[in-house]
């Protein structure tokens, strides 16, 4: 059957158990608890083929800012039949005029290019068991007060307003902040994914700060199952493979159009949220 003939329906709680289903498929560690947490912040897409889900695709919109696409999945015994590009069309209209991201996998990384995008890095993977080190002294938790400022920082860094995104993170997971100058300069996030739990996203005004507030989480979680998604150009991989995160794989930042953001020295982006939603 061509893939024409798939209905691109809206992604509603019903169709939870079989998206999670095809992610391990793919051999993504989503739990239900991630798709539903990625569900809440997006608008999604899946392909129908005889009332079975076949295909999945999310948009995350971050305002009218940008949008990330995301958890782009095809059965296995549909490949090759031109529903990515189906899914990949449905993503498009949802996300309307927004500038959009996404990380490919290599497989995918042709489809995008047809599509406009363009690669602007790479993401590298490391996850492993947390080793036992001190906790630093200039990191504290942040209080709900710290909110609008960690959603100020996160907004200089990823160029768009991600509050949403940061105040959900509030519900599940728990943020580490440092301070200079009474002001913040720096936080990061820890919360449950996957096999265990994910430290992102991470955002620093140099690369010693980032360490510090990476060892605030795994001083804080010996022998746990931790992940971490940082970029090449941070620097901060060979680091965290001294720390028994070891490096796994990753993907390819893309954006459409693409765009050079100017660099804002007061914060960098040294962790993602995840390769989903950036």
Same mark, same amino acid.
């Given at each position: 059957m061509q893939a024409s003939q798939i209905e691109i329906v809206p992604f509603g709680p019903d169709h939870l158990e079989a998206a999670v289903a095809l992610s391990r498929q793919a051999g993504w560690p989503h739990r239900t608890e991630d798709w539903q947490l990625a569900l809440?912040?997006?608008?999604? /897409? %899946?392909? @129908?083929?005889?009332?079975?889900?076949?295909?999945?695709v999310l948009v995350t919109p971050y305002k009218g800012d940008c949008?990330?696409?995301? /958890? %782009?999945? @095809?059965?296995?015994?549909?490949?090759?039949?031109?529903l990515g590009r189906k899914l990949m069309d449905a993503a498009l209209l949802a996300?309307?005029?927004r500038p959009l991201r996404l990380v490919a996998t290599t497989a995918g990384l042709p489809l995008y290019q047809k599509l406009g995008f363009?690669?602007?890095?790479?993401?590298l993977q490391h996850q492993g068991l947390a080793g036992e080190i001190a906790a630093p002294a200039e990191t504290e938790a942040a209080t709900d007060a710290d909110l609008p400022a960690i959603a100020a920082l996160d907004r200089l860094a990823f160029g768009a307003d991600r509050e949403g995104l940061l105040s959900y993170f509030t519900g599940i997971?728990?943020?580490a902040v440092i301070r200079r100058g009474g002001r913040l300069s720096g936080f990061a996030c820890l919360r449950p994914f996957g096999r265990g739990e994910?430290?992102?996203?991470?955002?620093?005004?140099?690369?010693?700060?980032?360490?510090?507030?990476?060892?605030?989480?795994?001083?804080?979680?010996?022998?746990?199952f931790l992940r971490v998604d940082t970029t090449a150009e941070t620097g901060l991989s060979p680091w965290l493979a001294e720390h028994g995160l070891a490096h796994?794989?990753?993907?390819?930042?893309?954006?459409?159009?693409?765009?050079?953001d100017a660099a804002d020295p007061?914060?960098?982006t040294f962790a993602l949220a995840s390769q989903a939603l950036g």
């Open positions: 809440a912040l997006s608008d999604g /897409m %899946v392909a @129908v083929e005889d009332g079975r889900v076949v295909g999945t949008a990330t696409i995301n /958890m %782009v999945i @095809v059965d296995e015994t549909m490949r090759g039949r031109g996300a309307g005029d363009h690669e602007t890095g790479t993401v997971g728990g943020f994910v430290i992102g996203p991470v955002v620093a005004a140099d690369l010693g700060q980032a360490r510090k507030l990476i060892e605030h989480f795994i001083a804080r979680r010996p022998g746990r796994v794989g990753g993907g390819i930042t893309m954006r459409n159009p693409l765009a050079n007061t914060a960098t």
